[in-house]
């Protein structure tokens, strides 16, 4: 086998949990083939580079071997080199200040604490002059 469908390779190669998604994600321009926009019958060859935007992060793989059939992961990750860039780091806000449903009203020292919190958060604003 020569080439095949991206949407049916990023299933194949478990980059996508459905083939469903993996069109609509063709569709909505989200996959490029060699730095051109891919359709869902595009179809992909050993050398191809591949960027797609899944689930929030950009992923760039270079074809290594084509398979149209879903395959367990340690043999998927076989069929491609993985050039992804590292995600970026997620800031830390502190925890979230949430209460439980249905819990009533903070008590006072229940306000004394939560206030004590986000006084601890927030930036320290600069001397007036």
């Known amino acids: 086998m020569e080439s095949t469908r991206i949407d049916r390779w ?3 190669v478990r980059l996508v949990k459905t083939r469903s998604a993996a069109a609509e994600a063709c569709r909505g321009g989200h996959v490029r083939v060699n730095d051109r926009s891919a359709k869902p019958a595009t179809p992909v060859r050993p050398g191809d580079t591949v960027r797609a935007r899944l689930h929030d992060r950009i992923r760039v793989v270079d074809v290594v071997k084509i398979i149209d059939k879903r395959v ?4 998927a990750v076989t ?3 993985d050039r992804s860039p590292e995600p970026e ?3 830390f806000a502190g925890p979230l200040l949430r209460r439980d449903r249905g819990a009533g009203r903070p008590t006072k020292r229940d306000r004394r604490e939560i206030e004590r919190l986000r006084r601890s958060w927030a930036t320290p604003e600069p001397p007036l002059r």
């Open 79 to 81: 069929c491609y080199v």
């Open 89 to 91: 780091p997620t800031l």
């Open 72 to 75: 367990g992961a340690p043999e």
């Open 10 to 12: 990023l299933w194949a």
